[in-house]
């Protein structure tokens, strides 16, 4: 099991803003990023650092970090959105690379 | 600009190595700046961080992994590479080579290859 958690599934209306959480007690340490992945494709980095979006990645992405959990906020979700979307940061040891398990997102 | 590209065998049997090439363009694969991993996902599964390396020649597994791979760098060829031994099919995956960047005080793996996949069996 990874040391980060997310949801496995969230939804969200077309146009509406849905959160995306990843928790992990090394995140009271470490910062994190995201990623979002179509079927077929690789991963994509849309946000790292605290909140900071990759040149390209638009700016309805936006992160945030709170205690031990750290979240990425899609507000006004679009069809192209619809997507998995992992987190990574470091294990609790903080010498190794950790993925949290994703979250498949569906924009209804 | 920047590509990754993964090569290798697309099918390895069981007990033997799986080997992979990741050739990089765009930028020198000796630049101080970055990090080269390979991370791999099971089929409907999550992503699986493998290690990376550092020129000239730091290493950095997973816990899990550790006592069957080995990440090693070509700067002549630009290239670096994954070996896992002694795979099962529990290895059988896509696995992608990416550029890690510690950007903001977090692992940012910026540029990723298309990924290829490797079935044991």
């Known amino acids: 099991s990874s040391e980060l958690t997310q949801d496995p599934a969230v939804s969200v209306a077309l146009g509406q803003s849905v959160t995306i959480t990843c928790q992990g007690d090394s995140l009271r340490r470490y910062s994190a990023s995201w990623y979002q992945q179509k079927p077929g494709q690789a991963p994509e980095l849309v946000m790292y650092g605290k909140n900071t979006r990759p040149s390209g990645i638009p700016d309805r992405f936006s992160g945030s970090t709170s205690g031990n959990t750290v979240s990425l906020t899609i507000s006004g979700a679009q069809a192209d959105d619809e997507a998995d979307y992992f987190c990574n940061s470091r294990d609790s040891s903080g010498d190794h690379v950790v993925f949290g398990g994703g979250t498949k997102l569906t924009v209804l | 600009q920047l590509q990754l590209q993964e090569s290798g065998p697309g099918l390895v049997k069981p007990s033997e190595t799986l080997s992979l090439t990741c050739t990089v363009s765009?930028?020198?694969?000796?630049?101080?700046?970055?990090?080269w991993g390979w991370i791999r996902q099971p089929p409907g599964k999550g992503l699986e961080w493998i290690g990376h390396?550092?020129?000239?020649?730091?290493?950095y597994y997973s816990p899990s992994l550790r006592s069957r791979v080995t990440i090693s760098i070509d700067t002549s060829k630009n290239q670096f590479s994954l070996k896992l031994i002694s795979v099962t099919a529990a290895d059988t995956a896509v696995y992608y080579c990416?550029?890690?960047?510690?950007?903001?005080?977090?692992?940012?793996?910026?540029?990723w290859g298309q990924g290829t996949k490797v079935a044991v069996s």
């Open positions: 390396l550092y020129y000239p020649g730091s290493t």
């Open positions: 765009g930028v020198s694969i000796r630049n101080n700046n970055y990090y």
């Open positions: 990416a550029r890690l960047w510690l950007a903001a005080g977090s692992d940012a793996f910026d540029f």
